[in-house]
């Protein structure tokens, strides 16, 4: 078998040793093998993965690991959920997914943090690891791996993959001379620091990007050689420019990288850094926590021995905070070792609070159990991802997400359900009949016809719903899928509402059966919503779905068939007994006295 692509090197030798090897994933042990300099103007490592998620439906998902030193709030869920959206999502096309999140544990701000609380740092990582593990178990996270750096498969991973640098040539000893940020654990160009003032009036230099107080250090450490990389790095951009998504963020690294890339110090001195892990060979020294931190995401998958089959198809989602370290190092880093590079890199905006960024210190910091306690975790997620646009920053604040959840969940969605499904409208409470005779296919074919030309319009977005919304979920577009949906869900309830299906006669066989005919398109329809929204709102989507009487296993991407009597085909479903839980889908949401909103039983629409 050969490769389906262009191999684009005059190197003979490459050309030959590559096409040895017929399966992507042995492809590694070529790269390991090769000379650096070969590897690095091998264009093939490069585009070889395009696609290869679809060809093996294996898909690996990751979400940044989470810093221990602050307890987690709504932003670090809204980049979990938005992880979990996609792996649900890949799990119901039916995909082989893994989707890995965890906790960063190494640095000096977390042994500052350690420090603080008088705690000893492995106890003090492994407490506030817990808490996020706990927030993600509310959250309805299904990560299938939970990583801790200070775990020994971690380390291994991390000293091999320093190795690996090291005899490739990519690791030298030298001086780094220049700013630094703990809080950011970035080191900075002078470029990248300007003047300011702190509490006490002090004059300081902070970082132009986060604010954070930076420090000029010298030190004796190891340096990776990053300038090699740059026109690398661009020239992958370049010729992938769907990497990064949304593509303004691809942008924002092209730009960066038409600057100067300077070498990256890769070491701290064990002076300074205890809490980290050391450099093989060189106790002196501990390795950078953003190159420990970055590896991870290969221990996961079993790195050195084991990563083959799903390092092709990893797909990372971090907030634009930490693009730098995720589109410039560890691409140059996995260049380095011979890795393939990432096959998307999803970047999403901040969460703002009533304005203003999320800060200990100004005391808004949202805390993701209480709003789960608040809201309940499918009214959350919803909000999340509903709000969430991954360009711009966005703003919480209690009132906006009552009101969401109430209009969208409650009134509509949870309207429609009650309406369509009502015992007043479906006495034998079974999936109904659908009667093409007031529905044909072909407008111009009955005299009993009854639907009109909106009703078309509406089985044709419903129709069109599930490609629209892969498209948005594939560009990490969530909130223009629920859009989507939720425009549709306004067009069933309007097409209930125009038909009201309460004026019918049941005693009237006509009458009847253009009654099941209303209902039977209404429940299509939210089988479809049912189906669209598990990636978002597990918790609803079943409830909707099990009222429908629709089994688990027909809850897949592959079930998104509608209304398949319009064409003529048969309808399994017809006559199948309704689920029994006639409770509300999702109880309106009230504003206490205490601003604190509470969650009411009333519902807004009744069912007729
Ligand atoms: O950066 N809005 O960890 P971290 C939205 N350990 N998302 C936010 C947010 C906000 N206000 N604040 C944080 C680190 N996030 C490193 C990562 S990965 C190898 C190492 C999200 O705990 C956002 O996704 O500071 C951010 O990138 C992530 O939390 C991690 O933040």
């Given at each position: 078998?050969?490769?389906?692509?262009?191999?684009?090197?005059?190197?003979?030798?490459?050309?030959?040793?590559?096409?040895?090897?017929?399966?992507?994933?042995?492809?590694?042990?070529?790269?390991?093998?090769?000379?650096?300099?070969?590897?690095?103007?091998?264009?093939?490592?490069?585009?070889?993965?395009?696609?290869?998620?679809?060809?093996?439906?294996?898909?690996?998902?990751?979400?940044?690991?989470?810093?221990?030193?602050?307890?987690?709030?709504?932003?670090?869920?809204?980049?979990?959920?938005?992880?979990?959206?996609?792996?649900?999502?890949?799990?119901?096309?039916?995909?082989?997914?893994?989707?890995?999140?965890?906790?960063?544990?190494?640095?000096?701000?977390?042994?500052?943090?350690?420090?603080?609380?008088?705690?000893?740092?492995?106890?003090?990582?492994?407490?506030?690891?817990?808490?996020?593990?706990?927030?993600?178990?509310?959250?309805?996270?299904?990560?299938?791996?939970?990583?801790?750096?200070?775990?020994?498969?971690?380390?291994?991973?991390?000293?091999?993959?320093?190795?690996?640098?090291?005899?490739?040539?990519?690791?030298?000893?030298?001086?780094?001379?220049?700013?630094?940020?703990?809080?950011?654990?970035?080191?900075?160009?002078?470029?990248?620091?300007?003047?300011?003032?702190?509490?006490?009036?002090?004059?300081?230099?902070?970082?132009?990007?986060?604010?954070?107080?930076?420090?000029?250090?010298?030190?004796?450490?190891?340096?990776?050689?990053?300038?090699?990389?740059?026109?690398?790095?661009?020239?992958?951009?370049?010729?992938?420019?769907?990497?990064?998504?949304?593509?303004?963020?691809?942008?924002?690294?092209?730009?960066?990288?038409?600057?100067?890339?300077?070498?990256?110090?890769?070491?701290?001195?064990?002076?300074?850094?205890?809490?980290?892990?050391?450099?093989?060979?060189?106790?002196?020294?501990?390795?950078?926590?953003?190159?420990?931190?970055?590896?991870?995401?290969?221990?996961?998958?079993?790195?050195?021995?084991?990563?083959?089959?799903?390092?092709?198809?990893?797909?990372?989602?971090?907030?634009?905070?930490?693009?730098?370290?995720?589109?410039?190092?560890?691409?140059?880093?996995?260049?380095?070792?011979?890795?393939?590079?990432?096959?998307?890199?999803?970047?999403?905006?901040?969460?703002?609070?009533?304005?203003?960024?999320?800060?200990?210190?100004?005391?808004?910091?949202?805390?993701?159990?209480?709003?789960?306690?608040?809201?309940?975790m499918d009214g959350l997620r919803y909000f999340l991802l509903r709000q969430g646009v991954p360009d711009s920053d966005c703003d919480?604040?209690?009132?906006?997400?009552?009101?969401?959840?109430?209009?969208?969940?409650?009134?509509?969605?949870?309207?429609?359900?009650?309406?369509c499904t009502a015992p007043s409208l479906n006495p034998k409470q079974v999936y109904p009949e659908f009667c093409n005779t007031f529905?044909?296919?072909?407008?111009?074919?009955?005299?009993?016809?009854?639907?009109?030309?909106?009703?078309?319009?509406?089985?044709?977005?419903?129709?069109?719903?599930?490609?629209?919304?892969?498209?948005?979920?594939?560009?990490?577009?969530?909130?223009?899928?629920?859009?989507?949906?939720?425009?549709?869900?306004?067009?069933?309830?309007?097409?209930?509402?125009?038909?009201?299906?309460?004026?019918?006669?049941?005693?009237?066989?006509?009458?009847?059966?253009?009654?099941?005919?209303?209902?039977?398109v209404s429940l299509e329809c939210l089988r479809m919503y049912g189906i669209l929204l598990q990636p978002v709102v597990p918790g609803?989507?079943?409830?909707?779905?099990?009222?429908?009487?629709?089994?688990?296993?027909?809850?897949?991407?592959?079930?998104?068939?509608?209304?398949?009597?319009?064409?003529?085909?048969?309808?399994?479903?017809?006559?199948?007994?309704?689920?029994?839980?006639?409770?509300?889908?999702?109880?309106?949401?009230?504003?206490?006295?205490?601003?604190?909103?509470?969650?009411?039983?009333?519902?807004?629409?009744?069912?007729?």
């Amino acid at each position: 078998m050969k490769f389906p692509f262009c191999i684009l090197t005059s190197n003979r030798t490459i050309i030959q040793r590559l096409s040895n090897y017929a399966f992507y994933g042995r492809l590694q042990h070529v790269q390991h093998s090769m000379p650096s300099k070969c590897i690095k103007h091998c264009p093939v490592l490069r585009c070889v993965c395009t696609d290869i998620s679809q060809r093996t439906k294996a898909y690996y998902i990751t979400t940044p690991i989470f810093y221990v030193n602050a307890s987690p709030h709504i932003g670090h869920v809204y980049t979990a959920v938005t992880a979990d959206c996609l792996h649900r999502y890949k799990l119901l096309q039916g995909y082989h997914s893994r989707f890995a999140t965890g906790t960063d544990e190494h640095g000096l701000k977390i042994q500052q943090a350690a420090d603080k609380a008088d705690k000893d740092p492995l106890r003090f990582c492994t407490e506030v690891s817990e808490s996020f593990r706990n927030v993600f178990q509310r959250c309805g996270i299904l990560y299938t791996d939970y990583i801790r750096t200070t775990e020994k498969r971690h380390r291994q991973a991390v000293e091999h993959f320093w190795m690996v640098l090291h005899s490739k040539g990519f690791i030298y000893k030298g001086t780094y001379e220049g700013w630094y940020s703990t809080p950011d654990e970035s080191f900075l160009t002078p470029t990248q620091v300007t003047d300011s003032t702190d509490s006490m009036g002090r004059q300081i230099k902070v970082s132009t990007e986060s604010g954070h107080k930076v420090e000029w250090m010298k030190e004796d450490n190891y340096m990776f050689r990053l300038s090699e990389f740059r026109e690398e790095l661009l020239q992958w951009f370049r010729s992938n420019p769907k990497t990064i998504q949304p593509v303004k963020f691809q942008h924002l690294v092209l730009q960066l990288l038409e600057d100067d890339l300077p070498d990256l110090s890769v070491s701290r001195q064990k002076s300074r850094l205890q809490w980290g892990i050391s450099v093989p060979g060189d106790p002196e020294q501990t390795i950078y926590v953003w190159l420990d931190a970055l590896v991870n995401y290969l221990t996961v998958v079993g790195y050195p021995q084991n990563h083959s089959q799903w390092w092709t198809v990893v797909h990372h989602v971090i907030g634009k905070d930490i693009l730098k370290f995720h589109a410039v190092y560890w691409p140059a880093f996995l260049l380095a070792a011979g890795l393939p590079l990432p096959q998307t890199i999803y970047v999403h905006s901040h969460w703002t609070v009533e304005g203003k960024k999320m800060s200990k210190s100004l005391g808004n910091v949202v805390n993701p159990q209480a709003a789960v306690e608040k809201f309940t975790m499918d009214g959350l997620r919803y909000f999340l991802l509903r709000q969430g646009v991954p360009d711009s920053d966005c703003d919480y604040y209690d009132d906006k997400v009552i009101k969401l959840c109430n209009s969208e969940l409650a009134d509509a969605l949870g309207g429609l359900l009650n309406r369509c499904t009502a015992p007043s409208l479906n006495p034998k409470q079974v999936y109904p009949e659908f009667c093409n005779t007031f529905f044909p296919k072909d407008t111009s074919e009955g005299l009993d016809e009854k639907a009109v030309s909106e009703d078309y319009r509406m089985v044709e977005a419903v129709s069109l719903l599930p490609v629209l919304v892969e498209q948005h979920l594939e560009n990490l577009h969530v909130y223009k899928a629920l859009e989507a949906i939720s425009a549709c869900v306004r067009l069933t309830n309007g097409f209930i509402q125009r038909h009201a299906p309460w004026k019918l006669d049941q005693n009237d066989t006509k009458d009847k059966q253009w009654l099941d005919t209303i209902l039977h398109v209404s429940l299509e329809c939210l089988r479809m919503y049912g189906i669209l929204l598990q990636p978002v709102v597990p918790g609803l989507a079943d409830k909707i779905l099990s009222r429908l009487g629709v089994k688990p296993e027909e809850r897949s991407w592959d079930s998104l068939k509608f209304l398949v009597k319009h064409d003529g085909r048969d309808c399994h479903l017809e006559g199948r007994a309704l689920g029994p839980d006639m409770g509300v889908l999702f109880s309106r949401l009230e504003r206490s006295q205490g601003r604190t909103p509470k969650t009411a039983t009333r519902q807004k629409s009744k069912p007729q």
